[in-house]
């Protein structure tokens, strides 16, 4: 039997439920099935995916394998592309993901990019920056990639370039009267398809314009269908804007019945850290973490130009864990009565850490507090400060109870990743130096508990497509809610919330 070859012994507990396929070896990818066993005090039965859910996602594996790199269509829709015919040379179809930002947005990124694909029935390839994706992730798909060829095989270079002036895009395609709308609400090319291009381009960042959010729109849905390639290029978490699109609801509903569950199981679906980040992860476990009866993550996250610490954030915090008794009082008896607790505390400054350490170590709690890293600045484009973000979002996910920073994609993903309701704080990003003033008041509440475990969309359309004109959209159906701490951004929420 081959070192590589499928286990046969695998337990539903590590496939998470069907979730995962058991066509990985373990050695491949030791994530991958040995993820669920540092999430057992949280296991939730009532949190399984769907069958319908496990179905989709066998199919799309399949399509994967049958129309990726290397394959027969594959190379038939790259000479398509390279032609520059919109007409499609094979019947599979292709979404490539252009991700950008910090770690935490680009995964948000990914995943929406991977439930359009799944929805829409079309290839899912990611653009890769420097490698970035292979030295993070596993491969999520068996017996192919989900990697975008690089160099000269795939004909369209210098995706990240691509932005709002695009050509190509949807919105500019929209207002050259390329595409048209007619009196019906259907749109068409506007040449009767002759001249199609042979890519559209699906410009979804967070300045994007209003021809630009067309896309959310069912008559511009169905023209997208029939385009051989996509390219989406977007910083943000997609999902609730999806969920607003009349056509997707019903999938959506089957495949996700618990409908604030949706990133809970794409993100535990599609990531899967590379070996050598896993090794960092559960080395950092067994020795601060693991033994204690409850883990309490604290994220904090500044926006600020200089690195400089804040006291009021730091008030800020532990106002926050001592009035929801998330962490106990500190008193006189409290090094009798210690807490059986640990804390960890990610931030990209230690002076955080440290300030809690004075308050909560010494044997006040159990198991201490700790740091795996403070960077002091976030390094776009640095692979190996993306490895240890992505080892502190894991840790972050094994945690019982979690604080994070509000605007913070770092802390959507833990908390995802980990199903873990959060509370979340306040946050204003710092652009100026007024509003770094050390005497700043902590918001009251310091903090607010997070109507469920699903990242916000920040910046959605307002448009409702079938009114015509802009409407609240937190208000539009009773699962997509404004965001606690984006007050225009949208999340799916727990119905019964």
């Known amino acids: 039997l081959s070192l590589d070859a499928p286990p046969s012994d695998l337990t539903a507990d590590q496939l998470l439920d069907g979730l995962l396929t058991a066509e990985f070896s373990k050695r491949s990818c030791r994530s991958r099935y040995e993820f669920a066993s540092y999430h057992e005090k949280k296991k939730n ?29 594959y190379r038939a829709a790259v000479w398509q592309l390279k032609s520059g015919k919109g007409a499609a040379a094979t019947d599979c179809r292709y979404l490539v993901s252009i991700s950008y930002r910090g770690l935490g947005n680009r995964m948000l990124a990914t995943a929406s990019a991977f439930l359009y694909a799944v929805l829409t029935d079309r290839v899912l390839l990611v653009h890769q920056y420097k490698h970035d994706v292979s030295a993070l992730f596993c491969e999520p798909f068996p017996g192919t990639t989900w990697l975008l060829p690089s160099g000269w095989s795939f004909p369209l270079g210098h995706l990240r370039d691509y932005g709002i002036g695009s050509k190509e ?56 269908h029939g385009a051989p390639w996509l390219l989406m290029k977007t910083d943000s978490y997609l999902v609730p804007g999806l969920f607003l699109v009349p056509s997707f609801q019903d999938e959506l509903g089957k495949m996700f019945p618990e409908k604030d569950m949706a990133f809970y199981h794409l993100g535990r679906y599609l990531f899967h850290p590379v070996n050598d980040v896993w090794r960092a992860v559960t080395s950092y476990y067994r020795t601060n973490l693991a033994g204690v009866g409850q883990r309490v993550g604290i994220q904090i996250r500044v926006f600020q130009k200089k690195p400089t610490p804040l006291q009021y954030i730091l008030d800020q915090v532990l106002s926050c864990v001592r009035r929801e008794k998330l962490l106990p009082e500190i008193t006189s008896s409290s090094m009798i009565n210690a807490s059986d607790q640990v804390i960890l505390v990610t931030s990209l400054s230690a002076w955080y850490y440290e300030r809690i350490r004075e308050e909560y170590g010494g044997g006040r709690i159990t198991g201490g507090v700790h740091q795996p890293s403070h960077e002091g600045r976030q390094k ?17 996910s094994t945690c019982d109870m979690l604080v994070t920073t509000g605007f913070s994609t770092f802390g959507y993903v833990a908390q995802g990743l980990g199903g873990i309701r959060p509370w979340i ?39 409702d497509c079938t009114a015509r004109r802009d409407v609240d959209v937190g208000k539009v159906v009773p699962y997509v809610r404004h965001c606690e701490d984006v007050s225009w951004g949208i999340k799916i929420a727990n119905q019964s919330s």
């Not at 048209?180 to 994007?208: C, I």
């Not at 008041?441 to 359309?461: I, T």
Request: aromatic content about 10%; hydrophobic content about 30%.
């Open 45 to 73: 039965t009532s949190h399984k995916p769907s069958p319908y859910l496990l179905g989709k996602l066998r199919r799309h594996e399949a399509l994967q394998k049958r129309c990726g790199p290397g394959t027969a269509p």
């Open 169 to 224: 895009s949807l919105g500019n395609m929209l207002k050259a009267n390329v595409i048209s709308v007619g009196g019906d609400g259907n749109a068409s090319w506007s040449d009767g398809g002759d001249h199609r291009p042979p890519f559209v381009y699906l410009h979804l960042e967070g300045g994007y314009d209003f021809h630009d959010k067309l896309f959310y729109c069912d008559e511009h849905q169905r023209l997208l």
């Open 380 to 396: 776009w484009g640095d692979t190996s400060h993306d490895r240890r973000a992505l080892s502190e979002m894991y840790l972050l």
């Open 425 to 463: 704080m306040p946050s204003t990003p710092i652009w100026s130096e007024s509003d770094m003033a050390e005497t700043k008041e902590v918001p009251e509440p310091p903090c607010v508990r997070a109507m469920s475990v699903e990242p916000c969309f920040h910046s959605p359309s307002y448009y």
